[in-house]
């Protein structure tokens, strides 16, 4: 009898070390049963046994039974619904870490500063996430902003430009959601020590930071520019401000890339060279410098600035000091097209001629 248990003890004991051994063996190891990549969707109220067969299935573990018992041994973590995506061996153990902390499928996307709706729409739809007249209906929609500024048209100028980690399986209308919590907490940022503008509404600081953004490169030119702003705007002048008429047309669908003299006439209430005051609405999505600058624009007396060829801008208090600029301006983009001239000639081919955005102001003087 002795000796039966004997043997009976060493058979489990054998057991025990044989399934400890194939469970290391299983936990430890590597595995790859897919070609390329494997995207697998873990259903919402699934159980471990049944995302483990899951698993196990589309080849991302060996065996389903021994995931199941890892993620047993591991029950306070529970798994996470969501579309991930698998390209690379994995052990049972990081396979059940990646479902567990819910690692899904994100696709990197970058909105740069003053983007607007129609280019982020563009930028959506090459990322595979969400078509581009699905997101601009969304983007359409100021349901999402509406508590904080009830009276702009569009979310254009909330759809704050960062670089966004975006699951796969999205809609367009969670993308904009996304996009709009971070504007609020730029936004909380932005006005921490003064919470409540003074004399503008949220809907007038950030149409100011979008018409900002777009004249200057130069974070430091930012506050002067938006007080050259608040001077027109207090003295009746028209703000003549180029990127509002480039709007108009992108609005309209005519804009080809350059602003022509003839295109300053396109009746829209987004032209500021026929309407007084600021456009109803933004004209892209500043960033947190040009949101902080207008909220608080430089005290200056300036009322005229024009591009200096070197990324910002020459600024004038007279229409003649102006003037002045914009021959500048105009002999710079001269001798920039003789050394052009030059470069062709001594490389005996055509060189694409560079062209600035600024070119076209640099011909009108009224500014």
Same mark, same amino acid.
């Given at each position: 009898?002795?000796?039966?248990?004997?043997?009976?003890?060493?058979?489990? =004991?054998?057991?025990?070390?044989?399934a400890g051994g194939w469970l290391a063996y299983e936990w430890y190891t590597p595995y790859q049963g +897919?070609?390329?990549?494997?995207?697998?969707?873990?259903?919402?109220?699934? $159980?471990?046994?049944?995302?483990?067969?899951?698993?196990?299935?589309?080849?991302?573990?060996?065996?389903?039974?021994?995931?199941?018992?890892?993620?047993?041994?591991?029950?306070?973590?529970?798994?996470?619904?969501?579309?991930?995506?698998?390209?690379?061996?994995?052990?049972?153990?990081?396979?059940?870490?990646?479902?567990?902390? =819910?690692?899904?499928? $994100?696709?990197?996307?970058?909105?740069?500063?003053?983007?607007?709706?129609?280019?982020?729409?563009?930028?959506?739809?090459?990322?595979?996430? @969400?078509?581009?007249?699905?997101?601009?209906?969304?983007?359409?929609?100021?349901?999402?902003?509406?508590?904080?500024?009830?009276?702009?048209?569009?979310?254009? =100028?909330?759809?704050?430009?960062?670089? +966004?980690?975006?699951?796969?399986?999205?809609?367009?209308?969670?993308?904009?959601?996304?996009?709009?919590?971070?504007?609020?907490?730029?936004? @909380?940022?932005? $006005?921490?020590?003064?919470? #409540? %503008?003074?004399?503008?509404?949220?809907?007038?600081?950030?149409?100011?930071?979008?018409?900002?953004?777009?004249?200057?490169?130069?974070?430091?030119?930012?506050?002067?520019?938006?007080?050259?702003?608040?001077?027109?705007?207090?003295? &009746?002048?028209?703000?003549?401000?180029? %990127?509002?008429?480039?709007?108009?047309? #992108?609005?309209? &669908?005519?804009?080809?890339? /350059?602003?022509?003299?003839?295109?300053?006439?396109?009746?829209?209430?987004?032209?500021?060279?026929?309407?007084? &005051?600021?456009?109803? =609405?933004?004209?892209?999505?500043?960033?947190?410098?040009?949101?902080?600058?207008?909220?608080?624009?430089?005290?200056?007396?300036?009322? +005229?600035?024009?591009?200096?060829?070197?990324?910002?801008h020459a600024f004038s208090r007279t229409l003649a000091g102006q003037e002045r600029n914009v021959e500048? +301006?105009?002999?710079?983009? /001269?001798?920039?097209?003789?050394? /052009?001239?030059?470069?062709?000639?001594?490389?005996?081919?055509?060189?694409?001629?560079?062209? $600035?955005?600024?070119?076209?102001r640099a011909n009108r003087s009224q500014r």
């Open positions: 009898m002795r000796r039966l248990v004997a043997v009976l003890l060493l058979i489990v =004991g054998l057991a025990v070390v044989a +897919y070609r390329g990549s494997a995207v697998i969707d873990v259903p919402k109220g699934a $159980t471990s046994q049944q995302i483990a067969g899951l698993l196990a299935r589309k080849g991302a573990v060996q065996s389903a039974l021994a995931f199941e018992i890892w993620s047993r041994w591991h029950h306070g973590r529970n798994l996470e619904a969501g579309e991930y995506h698998f390209d690379h061996p994995m052990t049972p153990r990081e396979v059940f870490n990646q479902v567990a902390e =819910g690692r899904i499928w $994100t696709v990197s996307l970058t909105v740069p500063e003053g983007w607007t709706m129609f280019d982020i729409a563009d930028a959506v739809a090459r990322a595979g996430l @969400a078509s581009r007249a699905a997101f601009l209906q969304a983007a359409r929609n100021p349901a999402p902003i509406r508590q904080l500024a009830p009276n702009v048209p569009t979310l254009e =100028g909330f759809l704050f430009p960062a670089t +966004y980690d975006v699951p796969h399986r999205t809609t367009a209308k969670a993308i904009v959601d996304m996009m709009v919590r971070r504007f609020r907490q730029a936004w @909380a940022k932005a $006005t921490q020590k003064d919470p #409540k %503008p003074k004399n503008m509404s949220l809907e007038q600081v950030v149409t100011l930071a979008s018409l900002v953004q777009e004249e200057t490169p130069e974070e430091k030119e930012r506050p002067i520019i938006a007080g050259v702003f608040m001077n027109r705007l207090r003295l &009746g002048f028209p703000l003549q401000c180029d %990127p509002t008429v480039i709007y108009a047309l #992108k609005l309209a &669908g005519h804009y080809d890339g /350059q602003l022509q003299p003839a295109e300053l006439r396109i009746r829209s209430p987004y032209n500021t060279y026929l309407h007084y &005051g600021l456009p109803p =609405g933004p004209i892209g999505n500043p960033g947190i410098a040009s949101l902080e600058a207008a909220l608080a624009p430089a005290h200056v007396d300036y009322l +005229y600035f024009v591009a200096n060829g070197k990324g910002g500048r +301006y105009r002999e710079f983009l /001269q001798r920039e097209k003789e050394k /052009q001239e030059q470069k062709e000639k001594k490389g005996g081919g055509l060189l694409s001629q560079s062209k $600035t955005s600024r070119t076209s």
